[in-house]
């Protein structure tokens, strides 16, 4: 199949998607092993309310839970009325996170806010030293925890090879949160990461950026530098079976039209490659 037959299928089916996705019972991912959903750091600007109405737009069905929009002191009633909002809008809360761990007992504060919000995945960017006892706490709460990567940006967890020399020789359930994008920017190739680590990647953030270097800016997925074919087709051959959410991180002020045209190229993507 031509590049060029590609990107006509994948323009079409983007269209599609945007314009008659709401009179369709089935969406394009619904087949497929994985699923698509947001990360809530793309609303850090916007309160519950405006979020979930953004994801019912989207029909969007999984959000990673962030504690602006629900705090780490919440307590059981506040968890509850939550979880009920968002029900009424047909959204799971499948994990927290990120969560930035620098001791003990931010590692055990996360631990104990994970399991009274009730998932069992969290993603988290821990000091290293912290590793051991994050281990512990994996068995003993049998959660999974998904480290997440930065790219340049940061010197800790800058991408999958760096996150796998610290996890290796630890329990099954440490794993990571790939981001395409911050992988591409720090030189690696999301779509040979996730062949390589499937079994130890738990969570994704789905992004496109404008190139493979630290100055690289996220940009709506299809107009960035990413493969996305190639990437929703490892998604397949893997059998990756977590969700990928989509981390928009461009104008975080008026994010919503280049949510919605992301969320559809994915979902174009999607169909344009089905065999």
């Given amino acids: 199949m031509s590049k060029t037959y590609l990107t006509l299928c994948i323009s079409l089916t983007l269209f599609l998607c945007i314009h008659f996705l709401s009179f369709s019972q089935k969406l394009p991912e619904a087949n497929e092993p994985f699923k698509i959903g947001m990360a809530g750091y793309t609303y850090h600007k916007f309160d519950l309310d405006r979020t979930l109405e953004d994801l019912a737009t989207n029909q969007v069905k999984y959000l990673c839970i962030k504690d602006f929009h629900l705090p780490f002191n919440s307590s059981e009633q506040e968890i509850a009325a939550f979880h009920q909002k968002l029900a009424e809008k047909g959204v799971t809360g499948y994990a927290v996170g990120p969560i930035y761990m620098r001791s003990k007992e931010d ?3 996360a631990f104990d806010y994970a399991k009274r919000v009730g998932v069992k995945l969290i993603v988290g960017v821990p000091n290293t030293e912290l590793l051991p006892y994050i281990n512990e706490k994996v068995k003993a709460y049998d959660f999974k925890y998904a480290i997440h990567m930065h790219g340049p940006d940061i010197a800790l967890y800058p991408d999958a090879d760096d996150i796998w020399s610290h996890i290796k020789d630890l329990d099954t359930r440490m794993g990571m949160c ?3 994008g911050h992988t591409a920017r720090n030189g690696k190739d999301p779509v040979a990461d996730l062949e390589k680590y499937k079994d130890r990647i738990f969570d994704m953030h789905i992004k496109d950026v404008t190139a493979a270097t630290k100055e690289g800016k996220s ?14 087709q490892m998604l397949r051959k893997t059998g990756y079976s977590g969700v990928c959410s989509l981390e928009h ?6 994010p919503f039209s280049g949510i919605a045209e992301s969320i559809g ?3 174009g993507v999607i169909v344009a490659t089905k065999k």
């Fill in 107 to 109: 590692v055990d504060n």
């Fill in 178 to 180: 790939l981001d395409i």
């Fill in 219 to 232: 940009i709506e997925i299809g107009r960035g530098i990413l493969d996305i074919p190639a990437f929703v």
């Fill in 249 to 254: 991180e461009r104008n975080f002020d008026n």
């Fill in 265 to 267: 190229y994915f979902r």
